[in-house]
């Protein structure tokens, strides 16, 4: 089809007669007000409209690109029913109560504040917003993969899985919660009703190149870099790479990483009937809530003594001595001390099993006859019965913005290690647009 110019100089000549039919006529006025027009092809501008509308579908894609993937988490695929201690790193999505935390993700008051070393006699203290703590949960193998299905939430009568998820801070999708409760957008949720919190958790037999070691669930926050991460929990970035399936060190808000935490380990004590493993700079409790043990970081030893929270517990004395668990009886010599301590051994029902061991020092660490444990008889006044509080106010209740952190259920792997990212439906739209222009460009 042939393209030709002309110029009028009358405002009223009709133009359209002048292009052969399918062509499209534009014009514009000169500097000398003279309307220089010209014709061209219909098919032509067709494919120029086109090109203009992929570069413009093309852009859109480039900006939605990065907000339409969802974050990264790794799965640790099972085949056993055994279950772990885990960790997961929560930041408060709002004010609260201690109490309040420990009746969110189903587990007693007392494990969370020795987790995070709180006072015991504080259980109803308000935490603020964006604080951070270690919730302590259980880590099973469900569906051939690695995760927490302990938690159960209690839907209220303004809630949506969006809210519910809120609640979690980042830990859990209201895709995934949809998922893991055969709830998809068309069904409504009943107050009253109950649904599973499939929490992230991992395991790998406890051990991180060979040492004692708990893993815990960490929330990637805007500003956060793997530097940073590695060096807040003395890992080194390779390390958080490989545990993680990470080809690179670029980390997104919202991605799930599995962290190890060092730990102490039971695992060469000779415990009877008990095992037990606890991070660095943690305590976790035992025996019926009887016992405390915590990590001693010099070392990376446990170190057991009464919890004082439970205010009747028997056995705590050591047989044929008036020491307790926890406590040790130094004897001067001229070369340094002679050292009886009462140690823990385990538990069976009701029953707390302890031992004498002797050793020598070179060091005494205090007065003759003086234990570094607690008291035998826990004080009243340190008494918290482990306990679930009352349920808090739904999270739809608060005023906070709901927020989709757009998490995707992660499927089982064969690799020891997994990560998936997933695409929003609106990217697929998006992306068969672009499809469907590149096409009719060529038609």
């Not at 579908?57 to 201690?85: H, Q």
């Not at 940073?228 to 690179?248: D, F, P």
């Not at 002679?338 to 707390?352: D, E, Q």
Request: glycine share 6%; aromatic share 8%; proline share 5%.
């Amino acid at each position: 089809m042939p393209l030709f110019y002309f110029t009028t100089t009358n405002p009223s000549y009709s133009l359209l007669s002048l292009c052969p039919y399918n062509n499209f006529l534009t014009y514009h006025t000169s500097i000398q007000l003279k309307k220089h027009c010209h014709c061209v092809p219909r098919k032509q501008i067709r494919k120029m409209t086109c090109k203009f509308l992929v570069l413009i579908y093309l852009l859109i894609l480039f900006l939605v690109l990065p907000k339409c993937i969802l974050p990264k988490s790794v799965i640790e695929p099972c085949s056993a029913s055994d279950s772990c201690v885990s960790y997961l790193s929560y930041r408060l999505p709002w004010d609260s109560k201690i109490s309040e935390i420990a009746f969110r993700f189903r587990i007693n008051v007392s494990d969370l504040l020795v987790a995070n070393s709180i006072d015991s006699n504080q259980p109803n203290q308000i935490l603020s917003e964006n604080s951070l703590l270690k919730v302590p949960i259980s880590c099973s193998c469900v569906d051939g993969i690695r995760r927490s299905v302990s938690t159960h939430y209690t839907i209220g009568a303004t809630d949506t899985l969006m809210s519910v998820s809120e609640g979690y801070g980042g830990l859990v999708s209201a895709e995934q919660i949809g998922n893991a409760n055969g709830i998809d957008e068309e069904n409504t949720l009943s107050s009253g009703q109950s649904v599973v919190i499939p929490l992230p958790c991992t395991c790998f037999n406890n051990s991180n190149n060979g040492a004692d070691s708990v893993y815990m669930s960490y929330v990637v926050q805007s500003g956060d870099e793997l530097t940073k991460i590695a060096t807040e929990y003395s890992v080194t970035i390779g390390n958080l790479e490989i545990i993680n399936g990470l080809g690179q060190t670029q980390i997104d808000p919202g991605d799930i990483l599995a962290i190890p935490l060092a730990a102490c380990s039971s695992a060469n004590l000779n415990w009877y009937n008990e095992s037990l493993i606890v991070p660095k700079g943690s305590y976790a409790l035992t025996a019926n809530n009887c016992i405390k043990c915590g990590c001693r970081p010099t070392d990376f030893s446990l170190e057991c003594l009464p919890s004082g929270i439970v205010e009747k517990c028997s056995h705590l004395q050591c047989k044929d001595s008036n020491i307790f668990i926890g406590e040790r009886h130094e004897n001067h010599t001229t070369s340094g001390c002679n050292v009886t301590a009462c140690i823990y051994r385990g538990h069976l029902g009701g029953k707390i099993f302890r031992s004498l061991v002797n050793s020598t020092d070179v060091n005494c660490l205090g007065k003759e006859s003086e234990g570094t444990g607690s008291p035998m008889e826990s004080p009243v006044s340190n008494y918290i019965a482990p306990y679930l509080s009352p349920s808090p106010l739904s999270p739809s209740h608060y005023s906070h913005s709901t927020k989709n952190h757009s998490l995707g259920l992660l499927n089982s792997s064969s690799a020891h290690r997994h990560t998936q990212k997933s695409l929003s439906q609106p990217l697929h739209f998006i992306i068969l647009l672009v499809f469907e222009l590149v096409f009719e460009i060529f038609l």
